[in-house]
């Protein structure tokens, strides 16, 4: 019999935050397909996965995904295209050897995880495989939950941002939303910070990097991260109305 595709989200750093789910469907996977940014083979995901559920005898097949965007409704870029291909291919062959395969992902695999490209491409395949998805803490809650922040209340709006969006988007967006969540923050500081001033809602901001993490740092100044190298877990929220303090 086929084995079952299990995208597995993995929360944002701490290993307490991955789910009691998500470490039995790891635990249950002869095969872990991970996903590496980095051309060294080093995964996020993976690191925190280990934390949490033992990893002898699995096995590991790391995958490297190139760091580029993609534009819903436009051919992606074809390095990135491949890598997909490559990946679907590489999981099914496991799955027609009858073995289950677990793809860790960071944080809730629905909020710009890859894992949804490579499950797309399976089934632009034809592949007929048994897709399961298993939610994870995103790192929106998990920073705000740092922040000592809500989301949304009543009838206030959440927007999530990609932050690597131009200027004009990123205006529009923060004028719809009374919070914001700006994601993938941490190369665009410098034109980011300027942006919300002039908009008045530095103060209003905050940036947590690196959340639940044991080097976890918030910056409720947000301008005294302009010009310094923050780590690629970096998530800003922008709060317009403040809550009641906690
Ligand atoms: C490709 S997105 C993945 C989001 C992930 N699927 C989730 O649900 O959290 C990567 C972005 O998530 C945010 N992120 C992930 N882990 C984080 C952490 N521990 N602390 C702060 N932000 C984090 C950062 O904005 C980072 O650039």
């Not at 629905?110 to 995103?138: D, K, M, N, W």
């Not at 980011?192 to 905050?206: I, M």
């Amino acid at each position: 019999m086929q084995g079952t595709f299990y995208v597995v989200g993995v929360g944002p750093g701490d290993p307490e935050l991955l789910t009691l789910k998500s470490a039995r469907i790891l635990n249950g996977c002869p095969v872990w397909f991970v996903p590496s940014a980095f051309d060294d083979g080093g995964s996020m995901a993976l690191r925190i996965a280990h934390g949490a559920v033992r990893s002898e005898g699995k096995t590991i097949l790391s995958h490297r995904f190139p760091m580029k965007q993609v534009h819903r409704g436009r051919p992606p870029d074809p390095e990135v295209q491949a890598a997909w291909h490559q990946a679907a291919t590489t999981i099914l062959a496991a799955l027609d050897r009858g073995e289950d395969v677990a793809y860790p992902t960071l944080g809730d695999p629905a909020i710009y995880s890859t894992a949804f490209y490579v499950c797309e491409t399976l089934q632009a395949y034809g592949a007929s495989c048994r897709i399961e998805i298993v939610p994870g803490v995103s790192a929106i809650g998990a920073s705000a939950a740092v922040a000592g922040l809500p989301l949304c209340l009543g009838d206030e709006r959440l927007v999530v941002i990609p932050a690597t969006f131009a200027d004009a988007r990123i205006r529009e967006l923060l004028a719809l939303a009374d919070v914001a969540v700006c994601m993938k923050v941490y190369r665009v500081m410098d034109r980011l910070v300027p942006l919300l001033e002039e908009l008045g809602l530095v103060d209003q901001s905050v940036l947590v990097e690196r959340c639940s993490l044991a080097d976890q740092r918030i910056w409720p100044d947000i301008r005294q991260a302009v010009g310094r190298e923050l780590h690629y877990f970096s998530t800003l929220i922008v709060r317009k109305k403040p809550p009641a303090a906690l």
